[in-house]
């Protein structure tokens, strides 16, 4: 649900400098066939016939204007370099035994030559809309010539961390709280592939969340610590007043069952998170990552399933999200996994999404820590 209340932003042209953890909008199509023309492979001889062959020059890797050769002649090049065009092969200079201007050493038939177009011919399409811009993407884009390209947007993220007890440096004690939640959103939204605004704290006071929701310029608004029923916790009415639609209203999950995603009248996601900091935490992997997933143009991935040879108590009724170590022979917990604490997660790999049940279970799909990883398998 969260995947399908995501809007997906509208394309956008960047240069390839800003374009890295974008979302392809348009095929990658090469408008050149790359190589451009037959290159050498090697340094050492580009060769016409067989040999013994007669050394009568060298290409240079700028040179734009090769030799030609005749039979029987040769001439020296540089790995890169245009192969003249009636040469037959290419000879390394470690196989080249060279006397004077006479060359002789091994030939075979196009060996050592990187063909025109061998990567791609010109209208060639490289990879389809829907892939994410990755360092090899940008250095492929530029390798066929290109200097833009047409992608998503990053979609932009605003959070107002609320709590009256809440503090921002030094330990908790009786009356104050540690904000640990802050701290943790700016990495969640940058690797989850969106741009992070800065953090606004609010105090427990509906008109101030009202006012900060009607004003946050963002694709999506996280509120934290106002999502359960107490006096204090003021983000249900907040968005009724404001009248949004109510898409998810808690999910049997734990932690983070009073979660909540929301959608203002003009289209803006809210995200309520959990005060627990793993309950919010738990929010924004699951359906934080989804929505921005659907807004950058990408479909949810599949979760890998992966053994637990130990086992784990499943809930009856609510999924359960346990902090878990990867071995290869399959998921550990790691013990700490209590909705108030991260000290689970901290030194976790992953979550292990363990289904509601009766009994023990001895498999789980793993939801990345890491927004920005690839589920993998193991
Ligand atoms: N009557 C009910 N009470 C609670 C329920 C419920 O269903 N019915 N759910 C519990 C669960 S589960 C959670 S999770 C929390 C959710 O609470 P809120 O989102 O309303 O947040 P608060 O009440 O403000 O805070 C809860 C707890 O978390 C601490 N907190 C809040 N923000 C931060 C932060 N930024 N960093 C660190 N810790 C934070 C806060 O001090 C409280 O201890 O509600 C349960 N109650
Ligand atoms: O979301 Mo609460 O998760 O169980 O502490």
Redesign the pocket.
Known sequence: MAHAAGTPLGAVSRSLSDADGLTLAAPLVSTVAVPPVDRSAMDGFAVRGTGPWRVTGHVGIGCADPVTLEEGEACGIVTGAAVPADATSVMRSEDSVLLGDCLDGPSEEGKHIRRAGEECKAGEQLLPAGVTVDPAVLGLAASVGLNRLTVIPKPRVAAL???D??VHRGPSGPGR??????PMLPGLITRAGATAAPISHLP?DGTSLINALETADAELILV???????P??H?RPALSALGADLIVDGVACR????QALAQLPDGRLVL??????F??LVAFLTLGVSALLRMRGLSLPGLTLTPIPGGLQCHPHSTRLVPVRLEPYGAVPVGHGG??MLRGPAAADALAVVDPGPAEAIAARLLPLDPGARPWAV
């Open positions: 961390v609320t709590g007890e809440l709280v540690r904000d640990a939640i802050g427990d934290s610590g106002s999502s359960a029923s107490g204090a916790d983000l932690p983070g069952h009073p309520g998170l959990p005060g627990n900091p309950a919010a909705s108030a």
